[in-house]
């Protein structure tokens, strides 16, 4: 008899691997069926030995070992895509079975017998994935960087297509959303049509399984346009991976367990031997630096250089016109008035409707008061170090109003005065969607007016919907936030984004390379006119825009981060617990006992408690060398005595392996 380790391939908290028994013998990486809770799911086999190897480890087992079902056919899954998914979730410091099938469609494992007929059958074998921290020697991949406008990379695109397809390889490109996959497979599959494939979860589970039968079946080179997900199609002749909009903040999973799914792809490349492409119009700041740290090379020199095509943009400072401001209600105060769109604004936009033209308005999601203003000089409360607009919060503790820049941390006491007049009246103001959207309608009642974020949106096909009929009244006006940019597929004739400089008040330590982001997708969305409306003109993102050179701003970013020891620079580890009162007063001491070798900072959230649950962050800064994977970095290592720690915390603990924000 032996018995068999399996990693159930079904999502659900299983905290280990299963145990079951078999007169088979079972190789490593098989595919087989298993019994759990009443039901059969599909499980992956780690390993597989005889009954008297393993007889102490099952006397002290507390539960009676059951049958495995069945044993498939063969695995529909290379064996370096299951050891990049079992590596990934080491590096990011989560169960195997969440790696295995965060990266497997549905789908797939839902028909397995069926896909299980066109699959090739020699993938199976061992793996040296049964130790992810097996030390061994790697093929170096070819790693390359380009970034250019979006029409130079579909020119490249093209022609690398081409030579592929000549040496009978082919190419996969990995893009974040179903809408970016249809938008490329437009512009690269024709005169290949009938070796060009689009795949992702929003075709109909008949169709992928008909293109995924045509995919394996191929005695041709394919391309593959398709979201990270569908890398587990096994063509044995895949000769690139790109990653496409590879600062798309889709690529990183909201929800645990945080996988980056770039890494992924760029594991998989490595162990396949596929030269792999980051790709972007602005890549991250992360992987620029990358360039020199890990000796990435670059398809043509990176262009730093932004190009409007005629279109015009017009930075207006609302102070210049107006002196009648409206806010927030201080605490316990009556708003003011002031006018949300300046003269000029409200005239384009009068022009633009007239013309049956439409108009999109960019504006942040309702909710804290965004920057501050003076009511008498009329200035911005900006931060004295770096001239960011500074925001108002609560503090931790929730006792106090305090100013805080979320540019560079810098905290203010909420008794500031104004640097300019030096008067105490100084006020709150915030506008979110909805506010921009009443506004809108009260100047506009006879105008088609619709309006996209997530407190109003709560599917994707509500949202696509929204935008379709958007783009088929001609004079109408969308309010929203970035969520617009998933959707839209037509050039708007005029952008505004409503207050320029609300977006400095969101507390990320990446929000300048965000700003640049969408600064940037406005302009790619736009056809005539771009309308920014500032206090700030001298701000240091849209200088560099309005310089058509973004290289110098980009060094000075890394070089601000390179000092305040901020990512690439640094590895960020974020463990976070959600608790009572007396249960967060434990998690603090624990905290900070368990990786007092880690120096870790132990601080609340900015919004310290919800819905009487208190949150408690950890941030670990490390050496990237010491919690890297060797495909990623020549010469790093995971630490182990630090995962060993990490994997000890019971899920009230949420690990956060290169967060996204600090909150």
């Given at each position: 008899m032996k018995i068999v380790r399996v990693i159930p391939l079904e999502k659900g908290a299983f905290k280990t691997d299963l145990t079951y028994f078999t007169a088979k013998d079972i190789k490593n990486g098989s595919i087989v069926s298993v019994p759990i809770r009443n039901k059969k799911i599909l499980?992956?086999?780690?390993?597989?030995?005889?009954?008297?190897?393993?007889?102490?480890?099952?006397?002290?087992?507390?539960?009676?070992?059951?049958?495995?079902?069945?044993?498939?056919?063969?695995?529909?899954?290379?064996?370096?895509?299951?050891?990049?998914?079992?590596?990934?979730?080491?590096?990011?410091?989560?169960?195997?079975?969440?790696?295995v099938i965060s990266f497997i469609p549905s789908l797939f494992r839902e028909k397995y017998d069926e896909i299980e007929k066109f699959s090739p059958k020699d993938f199976l074998k061992d793996g040296p994935w049964i130790d992810s921290f097996k030390d061994r020697s790697y093929i170096k991949t070819e790693k390359l960087l380009l970034q250019a406008q979006l029409e130079d990379r579909i020119s490249f695109y093209k022609t690398l297509i081409r030579g592929y397809f000549a040496l009978k390889k082919s190419v996969f490109i990995v893009l974040p959303t179903g809408y970016?996959?249809?938008?490329?497979?437009?512009?690269?599959?024709?005169?290949?049509?009938?070796f060009a494939f689009s795949m992702h979860g929003g075709l109909r589970p008949k169709k992928i399984i008909e293109k995924y039968e045509q995919i394996i079946n191929s005695p041709h080179g394919v391309l593959i346009l398709g979201t990270a997900q569908f890398l587990s199609i096994p063509r044995a002749d895949l000769g690139v991976i790109i990653v496409e909009h590879e600062n798309s903040s889709v690529y990183k999973m909201f929800s645990r367990p945080h996988f980056d799914l770039r890494i992924f792809a760029e594991l998989y490349a490595s162990k396949i031997n596929a030269k792999f492409i980051l790709s972007d119009t602005l890549l991250r700041y992360e992987t620029i630096a990358r360039k020199e740290?890990?000796?990435?090379?670059?398809?043509?020199?990176?262009?730093?250089?932004?190009?409007?095509?005629?279109?015009?943009?017009?930075?207006?400072?609302?102070?210049?016109?107006?002196?009648?401001?409206?806010?927030?209600?201080?605490?316990?105060?009556?708003?003011?008035k002031f006018k949300i769109f300046s003269e000029k604004s409200i005239k384009e936009i009068q022009n633009t409707l007239k013309n049956k033209k439409r108009v999109f308005i960019f504006s942040l999601r309702k909710g804290l008061a965004t920057y501050t203003v003076c009511r008498d000089c009329n200035e911005t409360i900006n931060c004295e170090k770096c001239l960011a607009p500074v925001v108002l919060y609560l503090s931790r503790d929730g006792k106090k109003r305090m100013f805080i820049c979320n540019r560079c941390n810098t905290e203010k006491d909420?008794?500031?005065?104004?640097?300019?007049?030096?008067?105490?009246?100084?006020?709150?103001?915030?506008?979110?969607?909805?506010?921009?959207?009443?506004?809108?309608?009260?100047?506009?009642?006879?105008?088609?007016?619709?309006?996209?974020?997530?407190?109003?949106?709560?599917?994707?096909?509500?949202?696509?919907?929204?935008?379709?009929?958007?783009?088929?009244?001609?004079?109408?006006?969308?309010?929203?936030?970035?969520?617009v940019f998933f959707y839209l597929k037509?050039?708007?004739?005029?952008?505004?984004?409503?207050?320029?400089?609300?977006?400095?008040?969101?507390?990320?330590?990446?929000?300048?390379?965000?700003?640049?982001?969408?600064?940037?997708?406005?302009l790619s969305r736009t056809k005539e006119k771009l309308i920014i409306q500032t206090k700030n003109k001298n701000d240091s993102a849209l200088l560099a825009v309005q310089s058509e050179n973004l290289l110098p701003f980009v060094r000075e970013e890394l070089e601000d981060r390179k000092n305040l020891n901020y990512p690439p620079y640094k590895r960020f580890i974020k463990i976070t617990y959600l608790g009572d009162k007396i249960g967060s007063i434990e998690a603090k001491?624990?905290?900070?006992?368990?990786?007092r070798d880690y120096n870790p900072e132990i601080f609340s959230g900015f919004i310290a408690k919800n819905k009487n649950q208190y949150v408690t962050n950890a941030l670990l800064k490390l050496d990237p060398q010491k919690w890297s994977l060797p495909e990623l970095s020549h010469g790093s290592s995971i630490d182990q005595n630090l995962f060993n720690l990490l994997s000890s915390f019971p899920s009230t603990y949420e690990v956060s392996v290169d967060p996204e924000d600090l909150l």
């Open positions: 499980g992956l086999v780690i390993s597989c030995q005889d009954v008297m190897n393993a007889k102490t480890g099952i006397k002290d087992m507390s539960f009676k070992l059951k049958k495995i079902i069945e044993v498939k056919k063969h695995s529909i899954f290379r064996n370096e895509f299951i050891e990049s998914a079992l590596e990934l979730s080491s590096y990011s410091v989560s169960k195997k079975n969440s790696g970016d996959i249809e938008i490329f497979y437009q512009a690269l599959s024709k005169g290949i049509e009938n740290t890990d000796s990435l090379s670059e398809v043509y020199p990176l262009s730093f250089r932004t190009n409007f095509n005629g279109l015009i943009i017009s930075i207006i400072n609302p102070n210049e016109e107006e002196k009648n401001l409206e806010a927030l209600p201080p605490l316990g105060g009556k708003a003011s909420s008794e500031t005065k104004c640097a300019n007049c030096g008067s105490w009246n100084l006020m709150p103001l915030g506008i979110g969607t909805e506010t921009v959207f009443e506004e809108i309608k009260n100047k506009f009642p006879k105008v088609k007016i619709f309006k996209l974020d997530k407190e109003s949106t709560k599917t994707a096909k509500e949202a696509e919907k929204i935008v379709r009929e958007f783009e088929k009244t001609s004079g109408s006006i969308l309010v929203g936030t970035e969520m037509e050039k708007i004739d005029l952008s505004i984004i409503a207050s320029f400089d609300s977006l400095w008040s969101i507390p990320n330590f990446k929000m300048s390379e965000k700003i640049i982001q969408l600064l940037l997708s406005m001491k624990t905290l900070r006992e368990v990786f």
